[in-house]
T-cell receptor, first 113, second 112 residues
Framework: DVKVTQSSRYLVKRTGEKVFLECVQDMDHENMFWYRQDPGLGLRLIYF???????EKGDIPEGYSVSREKKERFSLILESASTNQTSMYLC????????????FGQGTRLTVV | KQEVTQIPAALSVPEGENLVLNCSFT??????LQWFRQDPGKGLTSLLLIQSSQREQTSGRLNASLDKSSGRSTLYIAASQPGDSATYLC???????????FGTGTQLKVEL
C-alpha cells in the first residue's frame, strides 16, 4: 500500500515561532509537493521539488521555505509563523511518468495563535 | 493559465440516486485528469485517473469520462450511499508541466 505520511495531524504554534512540517513517502517518487487548503480558495501550491535538493516556487511561496535532503522526505518550514498561515497543509508525491496518480498525505491542521 | 471549475459547489441527494459531478478546464493541453475524494479534515484519496488519450475510466460504482476538446470531465456515481458523502475534487496535469491544478470541489451529501 502506497503511503505519504505527514508528521502531525494537528499542530498549534505561537506567532513568530519557526515551524517544521514533515512529509515522508515510501514510493520512491521524484516529485513532492506542499499545498495549503483554505475554505473558498481551494488547494494552492506553495512549493514543489522534483529531485533531491531541487525546489521550485509554487503559487504562494511567501513566508515559506522547503528542504529536500533525501528523496523520501520533504519539509515545509514557516520561518516566522503568522496567524494568516493558519490552514490545512497537504503533502503529495508523484513519479516523473506523466500518466500516474498523485498521492496525498492525511493533512496537517496548523493553528497559529 | 489553466483554470478548473467544478459545478455545483454543493449537492444533496437521496440514497440510491445516480449522480453526475462536473469538472471543466480551460486549457485542453493536458496529460491527464484525476478525481479525488476528501473527507472532512482529512487528506485527498485518489479515485480515478483518466489519461488524455482515454474517454472513460471505471472503478466499481464510479465512472469518469473525459472530453478533452471541450475541456470537460464528469464523475458518475451509481446507486449513491451515505458513505459517498464527501467533497470531490478534480485536478488536471498540464502537458509539459509537473503540477496539478485543482478545482474547488463539489461537496456531496447523500441522505438516508
Amino acid at each position: 500500500d502506497v503511503k505519504v505520511t505527514q508528521s502531525s495531524r494537528y499542530l498549534v504554534k505561537r506567532t513568530g515561532e519557526k515551524v517544521f512540517l514533515e512529509c515522508v513517502q515510501d514510493m520512491d517518487h521524484e516529485n513532492m509537493f506542499w499545498y495549503r487548503q483554505d475554505p473558498g480558495l481551494g488547494l494552492r501550491l506553495i512549493y514543489f521539488s522534483y529531485d533531491v535538493k531541487m525546489k521550485e516556487k509554487g503559487d504562494i511561496p511567501e513566508g515559506y521555505s522547503v528542504s529536500r535532503e533525501k528523496k523520501e522526505r520533504f519539509s515545509l518550514i514557516l520561518e516566522s509563523a503568522s496567524t494568516n498561515q493558519t490552514s490545512m497543509y497537504l503533502c503529495a508525491s508523484r513519479p516523473w511518468t506523466e500518466n500516474t496518480e498523485a498521492f496525498f498525505g492525511q493533512g496537517t491542521r496548523l493553528t497559529v495563535v | 493559465k489553466q483554470e478548473v471549475t467544478q459545478i455545483p459547489a454543493a449537492l444533496s441527494v437521496p440514497e440510491g440516486e445516480n449522480l453526475v459531478l462536473n469538472c471543466s478546464f480551460t486549457d485542453s493541453a493536458i496529460y491527464n485528469l484525476q478525481w479525488f475524494r476528501q473527507d472532512p479534515g482529512k487528506g485527498l484519496t485518489s479515485l480515478l485517473l483518466i489519461q488524455s488519450s482515454q474517454r472513460e475510466q471505471t472503478s466499481g460504482r464510479l465512472n469518469a469520462s473525459l472530453d478533452k476538446s471541450s475541456g470537460r470531465s464528469t464523475l458518475y456515481i451509481a446507486a449513491s450511499q451515505p458513505g459517498d458523502s464527501a467533497t470531490y475534487l478534480c485536478a488536471v496535469l498540464k502537458r509539459g508541466g509537473n503540477k496539478l491544478t485543482f478545482g474547488t470541489g463539489t461537496q456531496l451529501k447523500v441522505e438516508l
